[in-house]
């Protein structure tokens, strides 16, 4: 008699037995077939790598113990759609110009896709396949029911005149609006998208469908957005690390911080934090960072929010503003000493090497407010050293929950 497959007794499953597992299996020898498969089917996507690798390797535990759930990885190894499209504008001078648009419909398995839209150079489809990977997570510990998505171009807003903003924000919008609606895919804001962006694309897409529906979160709350949406990532990231420092037996208040970014998040942990009482003394951008030894006032904090919500310019201006002020050009704000550091500006941003300095020099928590901002390397040299490491799934969070509050509103 032949055999066809191990049978019933041979296999171990979920309670839908839907996925279905020998008992045999070697549960590393699973992990590294499956990342060998999608390296070879994507070699070239570095960062969605990354946090593919990441979240495989800390769910053995898991694994171990319900080992039909490598299957269910291998379903969300691939993303459901991928939206790829060209976003012609024309610039002030009347020249046409090309950029690439990107939408990744990740997982609607909570709900409808649910992530934000980044505008950045450095922006490609493996960036928005890391991002839209991550956001299922962070979108599942909401408890909202929505999926995972995220979306880009590679179109720099900086330098541009608000008429360019709005000719390319027009004329993405007019490509993906197809692709989202308010059960289907509910964009939201990232780097290089505030309300300014989310109200240029909501304007059209409601020219373009006749409808007012809370297809976009992030809204200016004239129409249709939520008090505090602002706000909450960053202010969720504080709250998060207020946890993180209660669990071993301290608080935030009179403790030396350290934030990269200053941009929407950055702004807003840096807010939040001086309202508690923590002393924050850096701040960056992509040109530096500057170091506020005495820690940053309320005085700075309002000059900061017009220099980068107003006039959109470079953080050193902070330093020409206020004597207080040091700006080192093209350096990162890790080799401050601190009791807390949250990397707030963008992925890969913490190396190894940036760990061991910061542990060094006697950190004692890492909170994540940008999304992966640590390395692999970076990740595991803080968590060997017993510095408390925060996720950026679960940290920054916030902007994420408030946003499931205006779906519901609209």
């Not at 024309?90 to 648009?101: E, K, L, S």
């Not at 909570?110 to 997570?137: A, D, M, T, W, Y």
């Not at 310019?313 to 040091?326: H, L, N, Y």
Request: proline share 4%; hydrophobic share 35%.
């Amino acid at each position: 008699m032949s055999s066809h497959g191990p049978s019933a007794d041979d296999l171990v499953c979920d309670p839908s037995h839907r996925f279905c597992v020998s008992k045999s299996v070697n549960i590393d020898e699973a992990i590294q077939d499956l990342l060998k498969r999608v390296k070879a089917r994507d070699p070239h996507e570095k960062e969605f790598l990354q946090a593919l690798e990441e979240v495989i390797v800390s769910l053995k535990p898991v694994l171990t113990q319900h080992p039909y759930y490598i299957d269910v990885l291998e379903t969300l190894a691939e993303p459901e759609q991928v939206h790829y499209f060209r976003v012609p504008w024309i610039d002030d001078n009347g020249r046409q110009q090309v950029n690439r648009g990107f939408r990744v419909q990740y997982s609607s398995a909570l709900g409808p896709f649910k992530g934000g839209l980044r505008f950045h150079p450095s922006v490609n489809l493996s960036v928005v396949k890391f991002l839209g990977f991550e956001q299922i997570f962070k979108n599942s510990l909401t408890g909202l029911p929505l999926g995972g998505g995220k979306g880009g171009s590679d179109f720099d807003p900086k330098n541009k005149s608000d008429g360019e903003v709005l000719r390319f924000c027009q004329s993405f919008i007019t490509s993906l609006f197809h692709h989202i609606g308010p059960s289907q895919d509910i964009p939201a804001g990232d780097i290089g998208v505030g309300s300014r962006e989310i109200g240029y694309m909501y304007g059209m897409y409601k020219r373009l469908t006749r409808q007012f529906e809370g297809t976009m979160t992030g809204k200016n709350t004239k129409w249709g957005g939520s008090y505090l949406r602002t706000e909450a990532t960053g202010y969720g990231v504080v709250y998060f690390t207020d946890h993180v420092m209660a669990d071993l037996d301290t608080s935030l208040e009179g403790k030396t911080c350290l934030i990269s970014g200053s941009g929407n998040v950055a702004q807003y942990c840096c807010e939040k934090l001086l309202q508690g009482g923590a002393k924050v003394v850096t701040m960056s951008d992509s040109s530096g960072y500057i170091h506020v030894p005495s820690g940053m006032t309320k005085e700075m904090l309002q000059e900061l929010f017009d220099l980068k919500q107003r006039r959109r310019g470079r953080i050193s201006e902070m330093a020409d503003k206020f004597d207080q002020i040091k700006f080192f050009k093209g350096k990162k704000p890790w080799e401050v000493a601190a009791d807390v550091a949250l990397p707030c500006a963008t992925q890969n941003e913490v190396t190894e090497e940036d760990a061991q300095t910061l542990v060094k020099n006697g950190l004692v928590a890492l909170v994540e407010g940008a999304n992966m901002p640590c390395t692999s390397q970076a990740v595991k040299r803080i968590e060997s050293a017993g510095v408390a490491f925060g996720p950026a799934k679960a940290a920054n969070a916030g902007g994420v929950a408030v946003s499931g509050l205006e779906m519901a509103q609209n």
